[in-house]
Every structure is written in structure tokens, then in C-alpha cells.
């Protein structure tokens, strides 16, 4: 996982296989990182980047909604799912609620 930041934006890059075990590995970093984010600023972008994720387990979309929630709509986006893992924010209803591109 990496990250990126510009302006106003945190973008969290993943890859590989988000499966239950490398979820756990990654939720504390990941929070850790945005929370740091966050603190810097007023208004917040955050983007989930899924162009090099082959998987995604229920622990993923599980992260995905906390983050959903906590920034909203507008504030929260993913980007570059592969089409099997689109398929998997689709069959759980993800794609009518967050943004995904």
C-alpha cells in the first residue's frame, strides 16, 4: 500500500490480494495514515486506488464503508477496480452509493 497527497486529496494505493488476513495487516497503517491526513485538513478527498488489486474480500468492503460513512459522497471515491472486483461492489450494492470510476 502507498500513498499520495496533493492539495486536499489523500490518495491510498492498493495491490494485490485484499483478503481477510492482509486486511487486518493493513487496517491499523492505513488508519494511522489517514487520520494523520485528516488532521491537516478542513475539507478532504479521500480515493481508494484498485488498479492493481486482483481481490477483494468482505474485510475490504468492510473498510470501504467505514471510510464511506466517515467522509461521504463527495469526499470519498474509488478508482480503477478491475472488472472482477467491480463486480464484486456491484453484487453488494456498493456502486449505487459510493463513487466508483
Known sequence: ???TEYDNTLRCIFS???DTL???NLEDVLNK?????LEKQDIACLIFD???????????LRICLCYFR?????NFRIEN???EVRKVFQIFGFTEIMNIA
Open 16 to 18: 494485490g490480494k485484499l
Open 1 to 3: 500500500m502507498n500513498f
Open 81 to 83: 477496480p478491475t472488472q
Open 50 to 60: 484498485l488498479s492493481e488489486v486482483d481481490y477483494v474480500s468482505s474485510a475490504f
Open 33 to 37: 495514515r489517514i487520520v494523520s491526513f
Open 22 to 24: 492482509t486486511c487486518s
Open 70 to 74: 466517515s467522509a461521504g459522497k463527495k
